[in-house]
């Protein structure tokens, strides 16, 4: 009696090994280049540092994004949104930056299809330079201005529920 429900045990711990389950954080394995700001049960917050480069071909300006991934995905109308990317510019003399054109997608990472866009209105705020934006800050700053990458053109691809309406 004790042979079969021993030889059971056994068979479930090992299955249980040899299939993990994937857990809210690492579910996905995040693009290199990503560099992680914060996590909780609800998600996480990364800047990709792939995409620093010149704000309107400004020296003292840097634009980056900063992805927000969501635990669990978030439905918006038939889609799930399972991270938003926000431009963040940030003036390198003033320690200020502001954020704008909020893009929600389909998959972690911002990366997928573009479900939605904010109109959001990017207004300069002061932030602590021991705070995590500050130190990320502080990162893109001391690049120059001759290695930074070309800034990306405007989003071209229309959100998915622009495309449902329109």
Not at 36 to 55: F, H, I, N, P
Not at 94 to 113: I, Q, V, W
Request: aromatic content about 10%.
């Amino acid at each position: 009696m004790f042979k079969p429900l021993l030889v059971c045990a056994v068979f479930f711990t090992l299955y249980g090994c040899a299939n993990p389950v994937m857990t809210k954080s690492t579910a996905t394995t995040p693009p290199k280049g990503m560099f992680k700001l914060l996590e909780d049960d609800k998600g996480s917050s990364w800047a990709d540092l792939r995409s620093v480069s010149r704000y309107k071909g400004n020296d003292h300006l840097r634009r980056i994004y900063i992805i927000n991934n969501y635990i669990p995905p978030r439905p918006v109308s038939q889609w799930q949104v399972s991270s938003s990317r926000t431009v963040n510019v940030i003036n390198c003399d003033t320690f200020e930056r502001a954020s704008f054109d909020k893009a929600f997608m389909t998959l972690p990472f911002g990366e997928g299809d573009i479900v939605a866009t904010s109109d959001e209105i990017g207004r300069w705020s002061s932030f602590p330079k021991e705070s995590l934006i500050g130190i990320v800050a502080e990162s893109v700053c001391r690049i120059t201005p001759a290695s930074l990458k070309p800034e990306p053109g405007p989003e071209s691809r229309k959100p998915l529920l622009e495309a449902k309406t329109g």
